[in-house]
């Protein structure tokens, strides 16, 4: 007795589309074309960026000087340029100065003040928005240069501060000999709260306003819509510009080598600028650039965190 097997029909199969079992040829070579106009660029950020990076990172192994038989030919030292920084009780200083200078006007003061002006910005009037966004711009686009000594014209004794003060019957104190942190710290917030507020204020502009019109009408408080709504919704923006303003904070050194010059002494002498007395006061061009490298090293474990938090959630 003989039986008939019925073969299954094969799926149709669609005109162009490449035969099961063959690989794609050409596939390495299309890949490798499309890449090509990307070489240039990838020269050019390799030559620029990564070998004053890499230059930087092998001078910090060497007593490399300025003056001295250093200047004629650095010596490989290995690691004892760190192990003369972390013995010396300016840069434990330094770093805890860095710390503060970083929470006290990134972290907390240009972010926070930024956020609370972008949405003053959403929801005030015409008048409002135009004072208040001409106000805090304008320290922005300002050169750096200029804004650092607009703000040590404000805070020097008998400068703008004192002056204000002494309208109203009150004597204030030399801000920048007595409280250098402070008078640096909220320098930079004028300088760079302008950059967080424009930043939210294209972020909140996102944030539909039927969500927040539901929430209101169900009776949840301006508290409430700002922590379970309008936070949440503008959380990517928040670590973006938490980023950006840390990096940038990490850097800062104009602002308060004009104001302090790190000083009085030591008390507002933060990474950058230990970095900088070390390499071109001291001449000791090794041990600013391992303050340089670990600087560095600080501002990528920052871009870590900040970039894991950026990845999108998982359900």
């Known amino acids: 007795m003989s039986s008939t097997v019925l073969a299954k029909p094969s799926p149709p199969v669609e005109p162009g589309a490449p035969k099961a079992g063959r690989k794609r040829k050409g596939g390495a070579g299309r890949t490798l074309a499309r890449s090509a106009p990307l070489i240039p660029s990838m020269v050019l950020l390799a030559v620029f960026l990564l070998a004053p990076v890499v230059s930087s990172f092998y001078g910090s192994f060497t007593d490399s000087a300025l003056t001295g038989s250093a200047a004629k030919g650095a010596t490989f030292i290995g690691l004892q340029n760190y192990f003369h920084l972390f013995s010396d009780p300016d840069f434990l200083q330094s770093i805890w100065l860095t710390v503060v200078f970083l929470i006290g006007s990134a972290i907390i003061g240009q972010n926070v003040l930024g956020y609370g002006l972008a949405m003053l910005m959403q929801s005030g009037n015409r008048i409002i928005r135009g004072v208040v966004g001409t106000l805090v711009v304008t320290s922005w686009v300002l050169p750096e240069i200029v804004a650092a000594f607009a703000a040590y014209a404000f805070f020097h004794a008998d400068g ?41 204020t294209a972020a909140l502009a996102d944030v539909p306003e039927d969500v927040q019109e539901s929430a209101a009408m169900d009776g949840a408080s301006g508290v409430k819509r700002l922590r379970y709504i309008t936070l949440p919704m503008t ?52 041990l600013g650039t391992a303050i340089a490298t670990i600087l560095l090293l600080v501002g990528a474990v920052f871009s870590v965190i900040y970039i894991r938090a950026l990845r999108p959630e998982v359900d």
């Open 160 to 200: 703008t501060l004192d002056s204000i003060l002494r309208l109203v019957g009150l004597t204030g104190p030399n801000w920048l000999y007595s409280f250098p942190m402070l008078a640096v710290i909220l320098a930079n917030i004028w300088r760079g709260t302008a950059f967080s507020m424009l930043v939210y």
């Open 235 to 286: 959380r990517r923006s928040i670590n973006t510009n938490l980023m950006l303003t840390t990096l940038q904070t990490l850097s800062a050194f104009t602002i308060i080598y004009v104001m302090t010059g790190g000083g009085p002494g030591t008390k507002s002498s933060t990474l950058p600028i230990l970095a900088y007395q070390e390499a071109f006061k001291f001449s000791e061009i090794g």
